[in-house]
């Protein structure tokens, strides 16, 4: 019998979760569009114009992420716990010695390394970049840790409405809408208009509230302690209020 | 129905094996059920859903050895009381303790010792019998997988399955899996919720015959709206409606107070005037009902008077003779009717 703590049965979820992604087409056809689309972002004239710009980076691959996520994240993260809710395997998993924060953080994590991997596909990126010139590989590798970070937030942000609803479509709009939501409040538009008409304050408010701002900190090669621990506090921040919404709505 | 009511005693179950002893008549009315050690306790559970009361002040202790059936019209509240007895819901108030851990406070390992159908058997579509129940065995902590995976497809007869994804199985087979995964750590308390729900006859012998066999050393509750099914598979009943515990005895002391018991037909070959003021003249007699050569008789309390009725009927050209038995739907439905919100 296994020893009960806040997180007993985190394994045996995480692990369930996690081959789920690969028992399923869902997973693979979540790769291959995540791949097709970085890259063609990336190389295209039109976006990322990555061999017009001659220089040995990933900018226009980390330009164009966050948008990619926006509507990817969403994806794998609506089924979560609508689907649960929905064929009531939520009555099943929660009847079982586990706790709801170690089912949460189980399918969470699984995700979060889900999404890992994906980045980790686009090797050839990087392959690409090394064999063309002499990238800087500490801005390569902070990118990267920006990309997983905001995979992270998002992920916990398309949770919760996963965990609000039972219709897989109403939590992918609004996991969608609310990540473009914190996108756009960075974009130097937002800022300035809220610049003009709050104040400064205000404005320094949702710099600091930004998650473009943070990520763009991070794609720039800087290995701000700060942005990585605003990564991490929004991401728990979201899956606690996850898992109280859980709580309340499980059995409705 | 007075004296069948007794909701928030917690000694109603003794009550009950002692009320159909010697007050049985002809028959024995239960086996002397071993005073098996408590397993689950609910004292004075109360759930609200808005102005709905959902569960209304339920408490019952449920033995090893008890095969528990939870009859009630859908809605009565079963499911909600089942929900709460695992876990899975927090009452308003009151408490749950299983095998001497309370459900809220001590929940994990309250919830080890549950094995747990939910209503519709659900389970993971994708994953295969095999893949799921050993999930299921890994989330429990079970030591050994393997062998706990086996014997508990051994025991559902899901051994032509095992390897199939569970969507593309039929509904027979869903709830049998459902059953396993219940058994699989081989709990001291199995709940189930409506586990024949749904499936076509054999399918539900199969099902009936899966819990007989596994009572002896458990307590199993099963909630049901098939009445023939408490008759079969259980040694004590319940009815429950609009949350309130209504009824709590054994199947046989149930049948003996439904309406209709040990009433008798005769058919005669004259005319069942004489014969039928005759018997309306004796004290046991409650109503008699005459019509052109059949002549029915309800004794008063329901008490088996066939000798004394074969007595007065001699002479009167019998034909024939009935003695009914009680039958549980009627009980039921007076019993559940009858309660006001």
Same mark, same amino acid.
């Given at each position: 019998?296994?020893?009960?703590?806040?997180?007993?049965?985190?394994?045996?979820?995480?692990?369930?979760?996690?081959?789920?992604?690969?028992?399923?087409?869902?997973?693979?056809?979540?790769?291959?569009?995540?791949?097709?689309?970085?890259?063609?972002?990336?190389?295209?004239?039109?976006?990322?114009?990555?061999?017009?710009?001659?220089?040995?980076?990933?900018?226009?691959?980390?330009?164009?992420?966050?948008?990619?996520?926006?509507?990817?994240?969403?994806?794998?993260?609506?089924?979560?716990?609508?689907?649960?809710?929905?064929?009531?395997?939520?009555?099943?998993?929660?009847?079982?010695?586990?706790?709801?924060?170690?089912?949460?953080?189980?399918?969470?994590?699984?995700?979060?390394?889900?999404?890992?991997?994906?980045?980790?596909?686009?090797?050839?990126?990087?392959?690409?970049?090394?064999?063309?010139?002499?990238?800087?590989?500490?801005?390569?590798?902070?990118?990267?840790?920006?990309?997983?970070?905001?995979?992270?937030?998002?992920?916990?942000?398309?949770?919760?409405?996963?965990?609000?609803?039972?219709?897989?479509?109403?939590?992918?709009?609004?996991?969608?809408?609310?990540?473009?939501?914190?996108?756009?409040?960075?974009?130097?538009?937002?800022?300035?208009?809220?610049?003009?008409?709050?104040?400064?304050?205000?404005?320094?408010?949702?710099?600091?509230?930004?998650?473009?701002?943070?990520?763009?900190?991070?794609?720039?090669?800087?290995?701000?302690?700060?942005?990585?621990?605003?990564?991490?506090?929004?991401?728990?921040?979201?899956?606690?209020?996850?898992?109280?919404?859980?709580?309340?709505?499980?059995?409705? | 129905?007075?004296?069948?009511?007794?909701?928030?005693?917690?000694?109603?179950?003794?009550?009950?094996?002692?009320?159909?002893?010697?007050?049985?008549?002809?028959?024995?009315?239960?086996?002397?059920?071993?005073?098996?050690?408590?397993?689950?306790?609910?004292?004075?559970?109360?759930?609200?859903?808005?102005?709905?009361?959902?569960?209304?002040?339920?408490?019952?202790?449920?033995?090893?050895?008890?095969?528990?059936?939870?009859?009630?019209?859908?809605?009565?509240?079963?499911?909600?009381?089942?929900?709460?007895?695992?876990?899975?819901?927090?009452?308003?108030?009151?408490?749950?303790?299983?095998?001497?851990?309370?459900?809220?406070?001590?929940?994990?390992?309250?919830?080890?010792?549950?094995?747990?159908?939910?209503?519709? $058997?659900?389970?993971?579509?994708?994953?295969?019998?095999?893949?799921?129940?050993?999930?299921?065995?890994?989330?429990?902590?079970? $030591?050994?997988?393997?062998?706990?995976?086996?014997?508990?497809?051994?025991?559902?007869?899901?051994?032509?399955?095992?390897?199939?994804?569970?969507?593309?199985?039929?509904?027979?087979?869903?709830?049998?899996?459902?059953?396993?995964?219940?058994?699989?750590?081989?709990?001291?308390?199995?709940?189930?919720?409506?586990?024949?729900?749904?499936?076509?006859?054999?399918?539900?012998?199969?099902?009936?015959?899966?819990?007989?066999?596994?009572?002896?050393?458990?307590?199993?509750?099963?909630?049901?709206?098939?009445?023939?099914?408490?008759?079969?598979?259980?040694?004590?009943?319940?009815?429950?409606?609009?949350?309130?515990?209504?009824?709590?005895?054994?199947?046989?002391?149930?049948?003996?107070?439904?309406?209709?018991?040990?009433?008798?037909?005769?058919?005669?070959?004259?005319?069942?005037?004489?014969?039928? $003021?005759?018997?309306?003249?004796?004290?046991?007699?409650?109503?008699?009902?005459?019509?052109?050569?059949?002549?029915?008789?309800?004794?008063?309390?329901?008490?088996?008077?066939?000798?004394?009725?074969?007595?007065?009927?001699?002479?009167?050209?019998?034909?024939?003779?009935?003695?009914?038995?009680?039958?549980?739907?009627?009980?039921?439905?007076?019993?559940?009717?009858?309660?006001?919100?």
């Amino acid at each position: 019998m296994s020893s009960s703590s806040r997180f007993t049965g985190l394994k045996s979820i995480f692990k369930r979760e996690l081959k789920g992604y690969f028992s399923t087409p869902l997973g693979y056809i979540f790769i291959v569009i995540f791949l097709v689309a970085s890259g063609w972002l990336t190389v295209s004239r039109d976006f990322g114009r990555f061999l017009e710009l001659r220089q040995a980076g990933l900018d226009p691959f980390f330009t164009y992420v966050p948008w990619l996520f926006v509507v990817l994240v969403p994806a794998v993260a609506m089924r979560l716990w609508a689907e649960e809710r929905k064929t009531g395997t939520v009555e099943l998993l929660f009847t079982l010695p586990v706790t709801l924060e170690a089912s949460y953080l189980g399918k969470f994590l699984a995700g979060w390394s889900f999404l890992g991997f994906s980045l980790l596909l686009t090797w050839p990126l990087i392959w690409q970049v090394a064999r063309l010139g002499e990238p800087d590989w500490g801005v390569l590798f902070t990118g990267y840790l920006g990309c997983f970070l905001l995979a992270g937030v998002y992920l916990a942000i398309g949770m919760l409405f996963s965990a609000i609803t039972k219709n897989q479509v109403v939590a992918f709009i609004l996991g969608t809408t609310v990540t473009v939501l914190f996108l756009l409040v960075g974009l130097p538009q937002s800022l300035e208009f809220v610049g003009n008409y709050l104040g400064g304050y205000a404005e320094q408010v949702l710099l600091a509230l930004s998650v473009t701002d943070h990520f763009e900190t991070l794609t720039r090669g800087l290995m701000e302690l700060g942005s990585i621990f605003f990564f991490l506090a929004f991401t728990a921040g979201w899956l606690i209020c996850g898992m109280l919404a859980l709580d309340r709505v499980k059995a409705s | 129905m007075e004296t069948m009511t007794k909701e928030q005693d917690p000694s109603n179950h003794q009550d009950a094996e002692q009320a159909a002893g010697p007050a049985a008549g002809d028959e024995p009315v239960s086996d002397p059920q071993p005073a098996g050690e408590v397993l689950v306790e609910v004292a004075d559970l109360f759930k609200h859903y808005g102005p709905i009361k959902a569960v209304d002040g339920i408490s019952m202790t449920v033995r090893r050895g008890d095969i528990l059936g939870f009859m009630g019209p859908n809605g009565a509240g079963k499911t909600t009381a089942m929900r709460i007895l695992t876990g899975f819901l927090a009452p308003d108030s009151g408490s749950v303790r299983v095998c001497g851990h309370d459900i809220s406070s001590d929940s994990l390992a309250a919830r080890q010792r549950i094995g747990y159908l939910p209503e519709n $058997a659900p389970a993971y579509g994708e994953m295969t019998v095999t893949g799921f129940l050993e999930f299921v065995a890994e989330a429990r902590g079970v $030591a050994d997988i393997d062998s706990a995976v086996s014997r508990v497809i051994g025991l559902a007869e899901l051994r032509k399955v095992k390897h199939q994804t569970i969507e593309t199985l039929s509904k027979g087979f869903k709830r049998r899996v459902g059953l396993a995964q219940a058994l699989i750590h081989d709990p001291e308390v199995l709940i189930l919720d409506e586990p024949t729900d749904g499936l076509d006859p054999n399918q539900k012998a199969v099902v009936q015959d899966l819990i007989s066999s596994l009572s002896k050393d458990k307590c199993i509750i099963l909630s049901t709206h098939i009445l023939d099914e408490v008759e079969r598979v259980c040694n004590r009943a319940m009815i429950i409606s609009q949350g309130k515990l209504l009824v709590d005895s054994t199947p046989k002391e149930l049948i003996r107070r439904a309406p209709g018991h040990n009433v008798v037909v005769l058919q005669l070959s004259e005319d069942p005037g004489a014969l039928a $003021a005759k018997i309306q003249d004796a004290e046991w007699c409650d109503v008699v009902e005459a019509s052109d050569r059949t002549l029915t008789i309800y004794p008063k309390n329901g008490e088996s008077r066939l000798s004394e009725i074969l007595e007065l009927a001699k002479g009167s050209g019998l034909e024939s003779v009935e003695q009914q038995e009680g039958r549980l739907d009627d009980l039921f439905r007076q019993t559940t009717q009858g309660v006001s919100r």
